[in-house]
């Protein structure tokens, strides 16, 4: 059951309204939910990793007071508890219940396998009638359940590392002959990702694998009787790797999908690699962090600190919600301090950890778990995202467990307590996103008690206001009569999500209430931010135009 809720969270296809990342993360907390019903126990982790999360909560709240952001933050806290609950439940591992990390790795390594098969047959145009149950790409592109290449790689990665484990566990030869098998699928999909974080990610597992099977057969044995397959066969999977990248195309000869699947090569020609948006990101967060060093722009705010500021080189062109890297992601919105905080706190417990020292088969495995997704977290978000925030919260627990001189064993009680406060908040916030999601759906499908007056109904929604505003704005037109009105409605909505549409309303608005500068200066950052648009919006109103 636990091995099936975890693998669930990757596996969910549910996605509706405005946001697509906001069942997903209700379905992980369910997850959560039925791990805390389910699992033998819910224990006290160490100490340190307490003040560590405890710290990351002030810290978001701190700033978003300071900062005036209101309660974006709100997300993040909610993530910050799901986290201490995943880890108190790792932490249950450490009074020799095997139960929590063999679940644990069943079900990474079953989502793994699951989304390795769907996304070979998404490579070629296979898909059939799982296409409509999921986001699939065009043919000679693979992500599985997961909408996003990066995202499909590393679940494979994770689903390799758990593969291990449970070979190493494993006394039956079938038994890791058939995971081997699996793993030949695994690589296969990761090759067919063509995903450069994916193919990091599984270079690094592969050499520290084979560097601790080497260490085995020297005599150094990890663990009892845990035995990891041999170097030169976790060492051939990196040639596989690429043995597959350049045959997978060539089996999709003639299909439509061919040019895009030869694309792995081409996406690791120096140029490119040097070239990438993510060197113009990251440069374009270097400068906003110069900006405002200490305080940052706010939780939620770096989209429009992008949009706001006129930059002296290259522009990342598109609307920037996320810096794809953690510390700068962290120092952009909550000030270089707090990100030193946050990641240097979690760097010191890593180092007291000492995980070069490590012999421990599970905390191996935790490592190697947390190794992945903080990897991916130096290019991308993937703690963005329920089911990798899950993983990471258990794995936490798994390497931070309470010190045996303080007790352990939260009580039954407690823990049914904690589950059925969770369900309160889930239950509140899938009911609150159900009700605004109705005026983003075609007046027939809405629910019948919101068809009609539905923007009316769906004031007062306290997690999701921003969406809301967005819809009034998007929906209402500006006219004299309510241009102050939709002012300070699209003054708001820019910092949520400073698209095209509500930037004319920004303009056109400040220009009937009389900010003709302010109408200028906004005008300046949409040519900068959005030129094709911006010439669009200037075809259609050629006589009133902003001078720039």
Same mark, same amino acid.
């Given at each position: ?179 081997? %098998?699996?793993?030949?699928? =695994?690589?296969? +999909?990761?090759?067919?990702?063509? /995903? $450069?974080?994916? #193919?990091? *990610?599984? &270079? @690094? ?57 030869? %694309?792995?090569?081409?996406? =690791?020609?120096? +140029?490119?690699?040097?070239?990438? /948006? $993510?060197?113009? #990101?990251? *440069?374009? &967060? @270097? ?65 007291? +950890? ?195």
């Amino acid at each position: 059951m636990l091995a099936a809720l975890l693998a669930f969270a990757f596996l969910s296809p549910l996605v509706a309204g405005p946001s697509v990342t906001v069942w997903q993360q209700l379905v992980s907390w369910i997850c959560l939910v039925g791990w805390l019903l389910c699992a033998p126990a819910l224990v006290w982790p160490a100490s340190e990793l307490i003040r560590w999360l405890g710290a990351s909560a002030v810290v978001l709240v701190l700033t978003g007071i300071w900062g005036g952001t209101g309660w974006p933050f709100a997300f993040p806290l909610a993530v910050l508890v799901a986290t201490a609950l995943a880890a108190g439940l790792g932490a249950s591992s450490s009074n020799s219940d095997t139960s929590v990390p063999t679940a644990m790795a069943w079900g990474l390594f079953g989502a793994g396998l699951l989304n390795a098969v769907l996304g070979l047959f998404q490579y070629y145009g296979l898909a059939g009638d799982l296409a409509s149950w999921f986001a699939s790409p065009p043919a000679g592109r693979a992500w599985g359940t997961l909408r996003q290449r990066n995202q499909f790689a590393t679940l494979l990665s994770l689903a390799l590392v758990a593969m291990l484990w449970l070979y190493g566990t494993r006394d039956s030869r079938q038994a890791r002959w058939g995971l081997m %098998a699996a793993a030949v699928v =695994l690589i296969a +999909a990761a090759a067919a990702s063509l /995903s $450069r974080t994916g #193919l990091l *990610q599984f &270079v @690094l597992v592969m050499a520290v694998a084979s560097a601790a099977a080497w260490r085995e057969r020297r005599g150094k044995v990890i663990s009892g009787s845990f035995r990891l397959p041999p170097p030169f066969v976790l060492l051939a999977g990196i040639p596989l790797y690429f043995a597959f990248a350049a045959v997978l195309p060539y089996l999709a000869a003639g299909s439509d999908g061919w040019v895009a699947a030869a %694309a792995l090569t081409s996406r =690791l020609q120096p +140029a490119v690699v040097t070239t990438d /948006s $993510r060197i113009v #990101l990251w *440069q374009n &967060v @270097l400068s906003l962090i110069a900006q405002r060093p200490l305080t940052g722009w706010g939780w939620g705010e770096l989209s429009f600190a992008h949009f706001a500021t006129l930059y002296n080189g290259p522009r990342f062109p598109v609307i920037l919600d996320n810096a794809h890297n953690l510390p700068l992601h962290l120092a952009v919105e909550l000030g270089i301090p707090a990100a030193v905080l946050i990641c240097g706190g979690f760097l010191w417990m890593v180092g007291a +950890a000492k995980p070069w020292r490590e012999r421990d088969p599970l905390r191996l495995m935790a490592w190697g778990l947390l190794g992945v997704i903080l990897l991916h977290s130096l290019l991308e978000y993937p703690l963005w995202y329920g089911p990798f925030q899950l993983v990471f919260g258990l794995c936490l627990g798994i390497l931070w467990p309470a010190s045996p001189k303080r007790p352990k064993a939260i009580s039954r009680k407690l823990t049914t307590f904690a589950a059925a406060a969770w369900i309160a908040v889930i239950g509140y916030a899938a009911w609150d996103y159900t009700r605004i999601s109705q005026i983003y759906l075609p007046r027939e499908a809405r629910l019948p008690a919101y068809r009609d007056d539905t923007l009316a109904k769906l004031q007062g929604s306290w997690l999701f206001s921003r969406q809301v505003d967005f819809a009034e704005l998007t929906l209402t037109a500006v006219t004299p009569a309510n241009a102050a009105q939709m002012h300070a409605l699209a003054a708001r909505v820019v910092h949520f999500s400073p698209e095209p549409r509500v930037i004319v309303k920004l303009i056109e608005s400040a220009e009937l209430v009389g900010r003709d500068a302010e109408a200028h200066m906004w005008a300046q950052r949409f040519r900068a931010a959005f030129p094709i648009e911006f010439a669009r919006w200037l075809e259609d109103r050629p006589d009133d135009a902003p001078e720039l």
